[in-house]
């Protein structure tokens, strides 16, 4: 059996747990590797791994090694399992929206070690500001979706009455990321979740 490249394994571990075709498109062929890492827990997000709530309070930093030199991205954060997996009345729940993202060009020295040294820096505000996983009592498993869509060159602008700036709980269910991309613009690049399994009830 042949190897799978790190892309082939991007996609075998979306198909898993069923994030093709719940939240990603099918056909799905990803062009980056995306890292995702929560600084004040040593947390990361690796594909299908299970964190729980405290390790993923803060918000994270996304490195995008290899990344497009001048290009800027766009990064949400949706989870398809609201209100549980077996009844995603609330699909999807949008957690993270923040455009603008650039990886540096000039890495330091060591970077290739340091994970924190390739971190992309965010050049514009938040759409929709991080809001920390947060699975209702006895909804079992929820799957938590990093997508990464590179933004069009000349860049795009949100209307100030999108849905997208709605940062309370209620504003923020029964979105869909991929149709966000579509109306914008952005090209979907890039994938990565982890798991949290909620509290007894």
Known sequence: MPLLTPLQNIISALEKEGTIP???????????IVHVFWPDSSASSQLGN?????????????????????????????????????????????????????????PAEGAAADLSALTATPTKPPLTP?????????????????????????????????????AELEQRRSWTAVKFAERYGLELVGANYFLVEAEAA
């Open 22 to 32: 719940d939240v990603l498109p099918e056909p799905f062929t990803p062009s980056q």
């Open 50 to 106: 299970t964190l729980t709530k405290t390790q993923t309070v803060g918000e994270p930093r996304v490195a995008l090694p290899g990344a497009e030199e001048g290009a800027k991205y766009t990064v949400v954060l949706t989870d398809p399992d609201a209100r549980s997996r077996e009844n995603p009345i609330f699909r999807e729940f949008r957690h993270w929206v923040q455009p603008g993202f650039q990886q540096p060009t000039s």
């Open 130 to 166: 991080y809001r920390p996983p947060g699975p209702g009592p006895g909804t079992g498993v929820h799957r938590y979706v990093f997508l990464v869509f590179r933004e069009p060159k000349e860049g795009y602008t949100v209307p100030p009455d999108a849905l997208e700036w709605g």
